[in-house]
């Protein structure tokens, strides 16, 4: 599997949640999900914003990027991204925004489309046939071709992680989208604070 390929999101607490954004950049994408504007940016690694959580007054804080085109922002403590206020306002103006919300100790994960302020689609990961949105069908043609839809019987094991894979692959073919594992998990990102207590 290629280093930028979303399937690595699956990796058990790798990232909580991850937010794209086409149509803005990462510093535009960040200040909608509520940092404020301005503010002190500094490189950090993933411990380094694991220990930003524990400042006094800080609830969140996001570490944010650009790959193949999407600004994304990965959020550590507790993020506003997977929010339908969230999203809302990431997406207003025309822009495009995907979620993810990895939660491998409470399945299913969930994926959700925002477009121009409005839900377009989402769906627990595992649980594809439980759309909703105003056009929830939207990814079943890249479901199909993936052979998540029609989900099989029995999924146990092995069978269960390759077909939650495989819908992390077609979301990702569907827009487009990439993240580089190094550069999230090894490298330096500029981090932001973006919720306060």
Known sequence: MAEDSLGWLLEPYAVDCVTFARGIDPGELVARLGARPGGPV??????????????PGVGGVARVGRAAGWS?????????????????AV???????????????HPPSVFRHYEDGRHICSFGIGAETHRLGSDPDLLVPALTERAVLPVPRRLDGARRERAHRLTLLAVQDHFGLRLPRHDVMEGRLPLHFVRER
């Open 91 to 105: 997406s207003r103006g025309g822009v495009e925004a995907v979620n993810f919300l990895l939660t491998p100790g």
């Open 42 to 55: 500094r490189l950090a690694t993933v411990a380094q914003a694991l220990d930003a959580l524990a400042a």
């Open 72 to 88: 994304f922002a990965v959020e550590y403590g507790a993020a506003v991204g997977p929010t339908p206020d969230g999203l809302a």
